[in-house]
């Protein structure tokens, strides 16, 4: 079955450090996502990527955030300059052609800032 | 605001029946969906309303109903490993990519 992939599965960095969180979504989905997680809350939505440009964007999602497509099958979040608060889980998901009802969401990274 | 409701623990028996209940308040609406999530997983689709009325798959239910703003998930047959966090989620306009905004969780506890 068709999964979305993130690696790496934990990840510890300094605070700021550049990180980079990598994902492979689904082959034939075009529309990407990032979420992340804080601990024992919930599921934040920080960006969506459709055609190679972000369509939205929460305020979570400042200047120090950006997502890239680099190829045909990765998709990236980069933290620039890493904060303890960035700290969390976080999801990577896909979905498919059209506006879909079904998001399906990768293991996740979890981030560790000390 | 945007807000999301439900409660966040419920026990029950195994074998047992519970309902979720999810009240929201958002900007734009386009559906609800439910979603499950284990200690350390991924969250995991379970159903998805976009119409008012009851939707069915297995064990699981979900009901919507767009004038009150409100749904809800409907467990039956509780087993063991459906102890997880369930989550409802609003699907956003159809501007938004569906873009998820999730509640706060309930966290069910099965007990034998």
């Known amino acids: 079955e068709p999964e979305v992939t993130q690696t790496p599965s934990h990840q510890v960095t300094q605070m700021g450090q550049e990180v980079i969180l990598r994902c492979v979504p689904i082959s034939n989905h075009l529309y990407f996502y990032w979420y992340r997680q804080i601990l024992g809350q919930k599921v934040e939505f920080l960006v969506s990527?459709?055609?190679?440009?972000?369509?939205?964007k929460s305020e979570i999602f400042d200047d120090q955030f950006s997502v890239e497509r680099p190829d045909g099958s990765n998709f990236t979040l980069k933290i620039r300059s890493t904060k303890l608060e960035d700290s969390a889980m976080y999801f990577c998901?896909?979905?498919?052609?059209?506006?879909?009802?079904?998001?399906?969401f990768g293991q996740g990274t979890r981030l560790t800032v000390v | 605001g945007q807000s999301l409701e439900q409660p966040s623990e419920v026990t029950a028996v195994e074998g047992a029946i519970v309902q979720i209940n999810c009240t929201y308040q958002t900007s734009g609406f386009y559906g609800l969906s439910w979603y499950q999530q284990h200690d350390g997983g991924a969250p995991t689709f379970l159903s998805y309303n976009g119409l008012d009325g009851l939707e069915e798959t297995g064990r699981f239910s979900s009901f919507l109903s767009r004038s009150d703003s409100y749904g809800y998930l409907l467990l039956q047959e509780l087993q063991m490993k459906d102890s997880a966090s369930y989550f409802c989620a609003v699907t956003m306009t159809t501007d938004s990519w569906g873009k998820l905004q999730f509640g706060a969780g309930t966290q069910v506890v099965v007990t034998p």
């Open positions: 998901a896909s979905s498919g052609q059209t506006v879909n009802t079904e998001a399906f």
């Open positions: 990527f459709y055609n190679n440009e972000i369509s939205e």
